[in-house]
T-cell receptor, first 113, second 114 residues
Framework: EDQVTQSPEALRLQEGESSSLNCSYTVSGLRGLFWYRQDPGKGPEFLFTLYSAGEEKEKERLKATLTKKESFLHITAPKPEDSATYLCAVPSISSGSARQLTFGSGTQLTVLP | DGGITQSPKYLFRKEGQNVTLSCEQNLNHDAMYWYRQDPGQGLRLIYYSQIVNDFQKGDIAEGYSVSREKKESFPLTVTSAQKNPTAFYLC?????????????FGQGTRLTVV
């Protein structure tokens, strides 16, 4: 069974204190990995797609990287507005060969001013 | 602007009632999905549809039903058979096809049983 595990569950940082979030996965043949940001009471907002080990994507203070077993979301010099829950997801083949996304439970990031 | 519209934003249901959540997209996406999110948990797939007039059960389909009569629309009905329907419901769409591309989400419907 495909699984996605995110750590830590919650992370509190001071403004400007860089850190990384982890997403580890076990899937039979990775077909991409997606990162999302979710603010309270809202739908997830798409951030990045990574398809192959070694690939990196950047957006403002965020950089996502991918290895064969896990992905990291690096946050450089975060600001309070970066506070959100960050979700990762991988495509997995369900019964009947149709494809769907399997999500991790997320990392709740709080950046203190 | 292209996007996914869910309505209503808040919904209250009495026990024993069926309710229908609306999801409309104008992104011309083939695939559409319904997820359920409970506090502190990840998203769990209820139903998905890769093409019009076809849909498949996800991991937690019991007590839910869907239809896909139009490409743009994928309504979800929460039936009285769903024992614990209070949750945040999210609709998403993606291009579909041979692989799974990134999915884009609506702003969600929060359903509360009263």
């Amino acid at each position: 069974e495909d699984q996605v595990t995110q750590s830590p569950e919650a992370l509190r940082l001071q403004e400007g204190e860089s850190s990384s979030l982890n997403c580890s996965y076990t899937v039979s043949g990775l077909r991409g990995l997606f990162w999302y940001r979710q603010d309270p009471g809202k739908g997830p907002e798409f951030l990045f797609t990574l398809y192959s080990a070694g690939e990196e994507k950047e957006k403002e203070r965020l950089k996502a990287t991918l290895t064969k077993k896990e992905s990291f979301l690096h946050i450089t010099a975060p600001k309070p507005e970066d506070s959100a829950t960050y979700l990762c997801a991988v495509p997995s083949i369900s019964s009947g060969s149709a494809r769907q996304l399997t999500f991790g439970s997320g990392t709740q990031l709080t950046v203190l001013p | 602007d292209g996007g996914i519209t869910q309505s209503p934003k808040y919904l209250f249901r009495k026990e024993g009632q069926n309710v229908t959540l609306s999801c409309e997209q104008n992104l011309n996406h083939d695939a559409m999905y319904w997820y359920r999110q409970d506090p502190g948990q990840g998203l769990r797939l209820i139903y998905y549809s890769q093409i019009v007039n076809d849909f498949q059960k996800g991991d937690i389909a019991e007590g839910y039903s869907v239809s896909r009569e139009k490409k743009e629309s994928f309504p979800l009905t929460v039936t009285s058979a769903q024992k614990n329907p209070t949750a945040f419901y999210l609709c998403a769409s993606s291009e579909g096809g041979r692989g799974v591309t990134e999915a884009f989400f609506g702003q969600g419907t929060r359903l509360t049983v009263v």
